[in-house]
């Protein structure tokens, strides 16, 4: 399967398109995916490329990324700690990877190995190590991803702007009705 030419995971073609293009950027897309909505969240590599002119690990690695998270809109509500985060993450994979994101899936053994590779980068536990293994699975075809992705409905379904929504609508009454109890 060959990569999308788009992940349908904001209202914004020009980040949609980043996200299939850049590995790094998807990465941070699921870095940034907390305590913020699916599209701000994914909406923040574009923005992050903007405000620093490129989202290069290595680049990314030696700059201080506070100010491009707190000029206005914020590229997350908690600006200075996500902006450690990303640091974080791009001089994991500028050091572990040469700065290429994609050896992570391209160079992982098993569906174990992606699962340890991912579980190590700075931000990612389980749950985010799941829907990242369920959108390399299920929009890029990765093997090793098929191996270890969950079978539940996941970012990694979202295939359509109207799957966005529908996703998310079933997320919200999943939130609920586990409150409820």
């Known amino acids: 399967m060959a990569a999308p030419d788009r992940l349908w995971f904001t209202e ?8 299939a293009d850049d590995p790094f950027a ?14 701000q969240a994914f909406q923040g590599p574009l ?4 405000r620093v002119g490129t989202l290069d690990p290595k680049e990314l690695a030696r700059t201080d990324l506070e100010p491009a998270f707190r000029e206005k809109p914020a590229v997350h509500r908690f600006p ?30 098993d569906g174990a190995d992606l699962r340890e590779r991912l579980a190590a980068l700075p931000g990612f536990g389980d749950m985010k190590v799941r829907s990242m293994t369920a959108v390399l699975a299920k929009r890029f075809g990765v093997d090793a991803a098929r ?14 702007a109207q799957a966005l929504t529908d996703y998310q609508a079933a997320k919200r009454e999943y939130k609920r009705s586990k409150s409820a109890h």
């Open 147 to 160: 191996e270890v992705a969950p079978n539940h409905p996941t970012l990694g379904d979202v295939d359509s």
């Open 26 to 39: 998807l990465l941070v897309g699921f870095a940034l995916d907390q305590q913020i909505t699916v599209q």
């Open 12 to 19: 914004n073609d020009e980040a949609n398109k980043l996200l």
């Open 47 to 50: 923005r992050i490329k903007q």
């Open 80 to 109: 200075g700690t996500m902006a450690a985060r990303v640091h974080d993450l791009a001089a994991f994979v500028a050091e572990e990877y040469g700065g290429d994101a994609s050896r992570i899936w391209s160079e992982a053994r």
